[in-house]
């Protein structure tokens, strides 16, 4: 069971250029997130999804996309990166009824840098 | 809004030496918490949560985590560390007042020395 699988794992980018962090999972989980996390400052909700082609901006949305057309996929697209986006990126999913309520599942995570 | 203060960044403790991190929630009802562990180059696991009910909620690896309302605290604790419990932890709460998403603290990394 491979669980929520995150692509790439490493990525260097240069200022202005875009890339898309692939995120998928096989658990038929119908909410799935991306957080970055930055040291000393925990993980912050960039969006979220609540189902296939429903998406909404988390804390920390600006200069990102996302986009969601089936179950398992939900990627993270940035547009024109900028040195502030170089962080940790994490791809989580869960299932929501009663006490599942907040449980995620993370990926392994994608670290980026943007120089 | 809900939130979590963890007040302590850095907690070093000796192998087999008892373990306490401190978690402090905010938030006006019964919240929903949570503890999950990263370990180095790895995502995050849930550790234990709490929703309602005993106030003492054990969870995987030995741990667990008193839930005490007139604190307003969810500390997780273990009785005895393992060099492999070296990693950060991370207090949770779900926002109960949006869209149940999870907040987390800003982190405990623990290091284990022998």
């Known amino acids: 069971n491979a669980g929520v699988t995150q692509t790439p794992k490493f990525r260097i980018l240069k200022i202005g250029q875009s890339m898309t962090l692939q995120c998928t999972q096989d658990m038929n989980h119908n909410y799935m997130y991306w957080y970055r996390q930055d040291p000393g400052m925990g993980l912050k909700l960039i969006y979220y999804?609540?189902?296939?082609?429903?998406?909404d901006k988390g804390e920390v949305p600006n200069g990102y996309n996302v986009s969601r057309s089936t179950t398992e996929d939900f990627p993270l697209r940035l547009e024109l990166a900028a040195p502030s986006q170089t962080s940790v990126y994490f791809c989580a999913s869960s299932y929501r009824a009663g006490e599942g309520t907040g449980e995620l599942f993370f990926g392994e995570g994608s670290r980026l840098t943007v120089l | 809004a809900q939130s979590v203060t963890q007040p302590d960044i850095h907690i070093t403790v000796s192998e087999g030496a008892s373990l306490e991190l401190r978690c402090n929630y905010s938030?006006?009802?019964?919240?929903?918490l949570f503890w999950y562990v990263q370990s180095p180059g790895q995502g995050l696991q849930l550790l234990l949560k709490y929703f309602s009910g005993d106030t003492l909620v054990q969870g995987i690896k030995g741990f667990e985590a008193e839930f005490k309302r007139s604190q307003s605290s969810f500390n997780l604790r273990k009785p005895s560390v393992h060099w492999s419990d070296a990693a950060e932890y991370f207090c949770a709460v779900v926002d109960q007042t949006g869209a149940n998403n999870l907040f987390f603290g800003t982190g405990t990394r623990l290091t284990v020395i022998p």
């Open positions: 938030y006006g009802a019964t919240p929903y």
């Open positions: 999804s609540v189902g296939a082609g429903i998406t």
